[in-house]
């Protein structure tokens, strides 16, 4: 089929077709939607790369009965000539619509299937920390500065997202505003030159344009009493943000006049500078240290409320959720401050709905689907106890665990949308603090895709599929994995479903708060004090209290097993967790025997190193808690036999890390690494990591254990 003959037709109100005509696809949309006229610039790209597809017309049309966002695609004939129709509740419903289309033409262009879609979450967002002015510092965050000033990773960035369906883009930057303006009453406060600012208001213009355009919202979100270094400098206040803010973000704030007053008007003239910047969010914590949580909510109305109410055009608001009940800087729930903040978000006067952010199991949300605590810990019902009329709820699924490795476990997905998806949740943020997807500096030579995202691009379509719509089946993931890799899709896809719920496990049996005290791909904790690299160890094991009260510490299982107490019904034991586990692992390597990756595509061999990767860690994980519970038993009872077995299964363990250390060596690179950047300044770099680094580690702990058993002979 020549690539001249296809005709493309898009009606649809003002959308009109001009200038077709044999020899060449033209479409010039008339109308004023720029999301109409990016899906049918889709299409028609698409249709370039593919020449052997066949004729096809393709109609769009809105329809008032479909749901925003919603779509229904219809066959009017099959064969060789298909009429396809594209209904849509609205530009974005007929955007979806047409990615629907394009996959199935990439499935079998010759069986297009009828199919009707609609949202579950009107907000599907995406938390993406910006290196300038980061919220934390460290080289894995300061190195995709050039990246993220390139607009074809941003298009890229955005196509992704729309391929996905998320339709919020939230960026995190503890102060970008310098960037951004020259505030007008304050203009010492950007100290760039005007050709400077020019060149990076052309950038933020059209990086918010080119989301516009594909239905992505654009958020800033920044923390709270920031200013910029030359404006502290200027004024002799603020002064944590003289030097580095990055990394003096935490502490009391500075409370005067003249900082309200700059925070005021720099938000009205950035939301009329910006107008296709969607909203702005905020932050109670880190610099609010010394306010009272009233004071805190007083300074937010003071400042960023009164500034979007006079700015020329309204704006939506993210007010995040909860913090400090005291003076503080970090977080902390309490019923009392819950009520005020209630009070005080109900008070706002915006004309669109308030988006609330709360984290779901603080910064390790891979873990239990439960909601066990948030940012300060239990959250109780008075945000919802009485139905919200002017916010909801949006949860925040902060992922610090697993940055390298390939992630794809769509049933953790549908469960948490099952458990938590209540009518006062409008929906979901995705992202971490620790980890910017945009510069590849994790993969090795020859390894890479191209951009960081794009190695996780199973993670994303998981996560953003099935926000969008949680009924979708295994199959829409499998399909995407063999039109990538053939035949090797599908058992890469079961490896890796299998192999995911490693830091699952992990991450719901050791309880862990904010960013840096779990880092489960390496199996590293910020308290694991027992050896430098931070590996948690079995004593760890043993003392730690699980996060999810579904499963029973090793502490609590071996009192049980010596009063001959049964594990309580809907409880699992750490023996249980430990087969559950060490079952995922031999399921996903006996998977893998299938894949060949000789003479494969690079990609494929890094998704089959991902996968194996998981499985040696699920082996990993299930010998050393084995190892933990005989330890203690051995430690509690004085009984040798316990004490041999726990040699025995930490030489299991070591045997797992070392083959994790191979599958991993030529693919991934050594990566810096912000969760271990201050665990501490002497020693080993680590800053640097990579599974290879802790085998050390990993021998020292099975000698460690060896020497206390004394009498059982050479562990090794």
């Not at 330890?631 to 009984?639: A, E, I, M, P």
Request: charged share 25%; net charge negative.
């Amino acid at each position: 089929m020549n690539l001249l003959n296809h005709k493309i037709i898009a009606l649809l109100g003002l959308l009109s077709v001009t200038n077709l005509f044999a020899g060449e696809v033209v479409v010039q949309v008339d109308g004023t939607d720029p999301v109409e006229r990016y899906a049918v610039a889709r299409i028609q790209s698409t249709f370039a790369q593919h020449p052997a597809w066949p004729d096809m017309q393709v109609r769009f049309g809105l329809d008032s009965s479909l749901p925003v966002e919603g779509y229904r695609l219809e066959v009017f004939s099959e064969g060789e000539n298909p009429t396809v129709k594209i209904a849509g509740g609205d530009a974005r419903g007929l955007l979806y619509g047409s990615m629907n289309l394009l996959e199935q033409l990439g499935k079998d262009p010759l069986a297009i299937q009828p199919s009707q879609e609609a949202a579950r979450f009107p907000f599907r967002a995406l938390k993406f920390n910006l290196p300038w002015v980061s919220y934390r510092a460290g080289e894995s965050l300061s190195l995709h500065k050039k990246t993220c000033r390139d607009l074809e990773f941003w298009e890229k960035f955005l196509d992704m997202m729309v391929d996905n369906r998320f339709n919020a883009l939230t960026l995190w930057s503890l102060h970008p505003f310098h960037l951004m303006i020259r505030n007008e009453q304050f203009p010492e406060a950007c100290d760039l030159t005007d050709a400077e600012l020019a060149d990076w208001q052309n950038f933020w213009h059209a990086l918010f344009a080119m989301a516009k355009e594909r239905g992505i919202e654009t958020y800033l979100v920044n923390w709270n009493v920031f200013v910029s270094p030359a404006f502290a400098k200027h004024h002799g206040v603020a002064e944590y943000c003289e030097e580095n803010i990055s990394s003096s973000f935490i502490g009391e704030g500075d409370k005067s006049e003249l900082i309200k007053d700059y925070t005021r008007t720099t938000v009205t003239q950035l939301i009329n500078t910006y107008p296709n910047l969607t909203g702005l969010g905020i932050s109670l914590g880190e610099r609010m240290g010394g306010f009272t949580a009233e004071e805190r909510e007083e300074w937010i109305l003071d400042t960023f409320i009164k500034g979007i109410q006079a700015a020329d055009h309204p704006v939506r608001f993210i007010h995040r959720l909860p913090f400090s009940a005291g003076k503080g800087s970090g977080g902390s729930t309490d019923t009392s401050t819950e009520i005020m903040t209630r009070n005080a978000i109900e008070s706002i006067k915006l004309p669109t709905k308030i988006l609330t952010e709360a984290k779901f199991n603080w910064s390790h949300a891979h873990s239990s689907p439960k909601l066990i605590k948030v940012h300060g810990g239990k959250l109780g019902d008075t945000y919802w106890n009485r139905p919200p009329k002017n916010y909801d709820i949006n949860w925040m699924i902060r992922n610090e665990d697993f940055f390298a490795l390939r992630w794809a476990e769509p049933e953790f997905v549908r469960n948490h949308i099952q458990m938590n998806g209540q009518d006062y949740v409008g929906g979901y943020y995705l992202g971490s603090e620790c980890y910017i997807p945009a510069k590849d500096y994790i993969s090795a030579p020859g390894f890479s895709p191209g951009h960081s995202f794009e190695r996780q691009w199973l993670y994303y379509m998981v996560w953003g599929r099935l926000l969008y719509n949680p009924n979708a089946g295994d199959d829409l993931f499998v399909n995407a994995c063999t039109a990538r890799y053939g035949d090797a899709g599908q058992p890469l896809f079961e490896a890796l479903k299998a192999g995911s719920r490693m830091p699952l496990r992990l991450a719901s049996f050791y309880n862990a708060t904010w960013d840096f005290t779990l880092y489960s791909e390496g199996f590293m904790a910020r308290s694991a004090n027992s050896n430098p690299e931070r590996l948690i160890t079995v004593e760890e094991l043993i003392k730690r209290n699980p996060l999810d009260p579904d499963y029973v510490s090793i502490r609590e299982y071996v009192k049980m097993l010596k009063s001959g107490t049964p594990v309580p019904e809907g409880k699992i034991s750490p023996l249980q967790l430990a087969e559950q586990s060490a079952k995922d692992g031999e399921s996903a390597l006996s998977i893998l025997k299938s894949v060949s990756v000789n003479d494969s595509p690079k990609q494929l061999e890094a998704e089959v190193a991902s996968a194996k990767a998981w499985a040696h860690m699920n082996l990993y994980f299930a010998a050393k808690l084995r190892a933990s519970v005989a330890l203690q038993r051995f430690r509690t009872d004085n009984d040798a036999e316990q004490g041999k077995l726990a040699v025995q299964c930490l030489k299991k363990a070591v045997d797992q890390w070392e083959q994790l250390a191979v599958v991993t060596d030529s693919v991934f690179a050594e990566m810096p690494l912000t969760q271990i950047h201050s665990f501490r300044k002497d020693g080993p770099d680590l800053r640097v990591f990579h599974w290879k680094r802790l085998l050390p580690a990993v021998h020292a702990e099975l000698q460690r254990v060896s020497n206390e058993m004394g009498r059982f002979g050479d562990p090794r």
